[in-house]
């Protein structure tokens, strides 16, 4: 029979509590999986992230902007509806560089304020600047920003490309072309380079931006298997990205020449909107858009909207 003694009791019991303290806090400390958006039918259509782990997240429904530290299990409001002009919110995009949130506003018709790409405070949710769409028909999508600065954002009505310079008071159109029509998403493949993708027609496509600025040739890239509503999409490695398809699915995007290598990551989403990468994590955000626009399902209860993370180990 083992015996012990009184301070050979008091080191194991000591011993043993340091690692349950040690094992909980490890615990404590693993991040979420997966991050609720704290509204009732909220409806996001674009996601996007900081370098730290934050989520920030547009509400297309509510015309306003959740926002989850890392580690935090919930997206509570940030920017409120109506702040800076805001009315349905598409697509937010982060531009740390400048420490701006690019928001794209669109009109709530027949009434409300034009369709605007707006710009935030990436730090305190501040309003900095609001640029109009011309003309009345006009829905902004996505945005990109480029290695100098200057943000470009897709007007899916319009099937056009707007250009802001940096420092520039006005948008102008860049690219306008049969060849967008329902454009989507947008990102650079490198420096020179944009592609975007068209939702109605499942299309990517390239188009170089010359040295001058301007928009070169639209090029058309064939992907391996056909895309299925492409909606957000962001840059994984150069002209590699990650993808949305409405259908349900994230995809890994391989560019090379005029073809694309389509490899899916994860499928199995309930209408899935946009995607953001946080180091080795893709987050995936569902928009259960058909809640809202299909007459059918519009009194049905989507249930919660959440953002998944998706493990990109291996993966690039």
Known sequence: MLCLGE???????????????????????????????HE?????????????????????????????PKGAATAEPWIKPGTNGLQRVLG??????SGTLWVCSSKLPPQGAPTALKTFDLRTGAPKGSFDFPGDNALCNDIAIGPDGTAYATDTVAARIMRLKKGAKALEVW?????LAGIDGIAFGDNSTIYVNTFTTGHLLRIPVGKDGTAGAIVQVQPSQPLSS???????????FLLIEGAGQLDRVTVSGNTARIEVLKNGFNGPTAVTRVGDTAWVVEGKLKYMN????KDQDPGPFKVFAVPLHGKH
Do not use: H
């Not at 299909?294 to 399902?297: A, K, Q, T, V, Y």
């Open 92 to 97: 937010v995009l982060a531009d740390q560089r």
């Open 175 to 179: 690219a306008k072309d049969d060849k």
């Open 7 to 37: 301070n050979s009791l008091m080191r194991i019991t000591w011993k043993y509590w340091l690692a349950l303290g040690t094992a909980v806090a490890g615990l404590a400390a693993t991040a979420p999986t997966e991050v609720t958006i």
């Open 294 to 297: 299909d007459p059918r399902l």
């Open 40 to 68: 009732d039918k909220p409806f996001p259509e674009s996601l996007t992230s900081t370098s730290d782990g934050a989520l920030i997240i547009g509400s297309l429904s509510k015309g306003e902007v959740f926002r989850a």
């Open 230 to 240: 492409p909606d957000g999409m962001r840059p994984l490695g150069r002209n590699e």
